[in-house]
């Protein structure tokens, strides 16, 4: 067990004792730096490095060797790759994408998994969150990275043309009761995503892929997790909240919140 947020702690008379002996330790932010420069790296991924902060994210997400993470739609595998780095040999990373976002993602992942290049990478392509073949209890961190306003995507509107991407919004509970079941008792879900207008309701993640903070919080709530940490590394105040975040002079710059979530202890 990491001695890190993870652990069930009991402080008893100004004593804090730790349940559990330590395994694999939480890994240091100067060695994940380390993975952003590393040679194996896919080219051109380091762009993205200043603006995303993927050293401090993924310390903040309490990552260790041999760890099994779950990228949650996971695009064209940015975040999958550093993971697979991280856990080394002894983890295994999971890159779901289901089948909307495999139509914006097949060429990336289908590039960056070549020749069995990311060997602890398992891709579940085309795969709803709720038929992921992952045992229950099995996983450390599941972590998605600007999309769970996803889940609510169903259009896009494009210079007045309407684009249907699904029928119906993703059901979230189902979605976010699978996401229980296979976290450990210890594992953390990490999620990060652009912040929308407040009271902006299920509006914001189709006209300007965002999402409202406590539409997060209270399904997170509702669905038996406990917010456990906030990070603010990639807040930006001056972020105009009813921007869209692909258009000019906003991506890459949005104001993002970063929240840790663990199953909440009876």
Known sequence: MKLTAKNI???????????????????SQQKLNGFLSSEYRAKNDSARDNSRKPAQ?????????????????????????????????????????????WQF?????????KANRLKNVQRLDKIEIVDMPIQNNSIDLVFTALNYHDLFFTHSVREGKITQFRE??????????????ILNEDGVFVIIDHIGV??????????VHRIDPEIVKYQMNEAGFDLIEEAFYLRNDKDDLTSHVFAEGVRGKTNRFVYKYMKSKP
């Not at 310390?59 to 975040?79: I, P, R, T």
């Not at 407040?198 to 006209?207: V, Y």
Request: proline share 1%; with cysteine; aromatic share 10%.
């Open 9 to 27: 702690m009991t402080v008893l008379f100004g004593v804090t004792i730790c349940s559990g002996a330590l395994a694999d330790e939480r890994i």
């Open 57 to 101: 994210i993924m310390y903040f997400s309490e990552l260790a060797k041999g760890d099994n993470v779950v990228d949650l739609f996971a695009g064209g595998g940015w975040y999958t790759e550093l993971f697979s780095m991280a856990v080394g040999d002894s983890g295994k990373v999971y890159a779901q994408n289901d089948n909307v976002i």
């Open 105 to 113: 993602a097949e060429k990336g992942i289908t590039e960056r998994t």
């Open 168 to 181: 119906n919004v993703i059901d979230h509970k189902a979605a976010l009761a699978k996401i229980y079941d």
């Open 198 to 207: 407040a009271g902006s309701g299920f509006n914001a993640p189709n006209d």
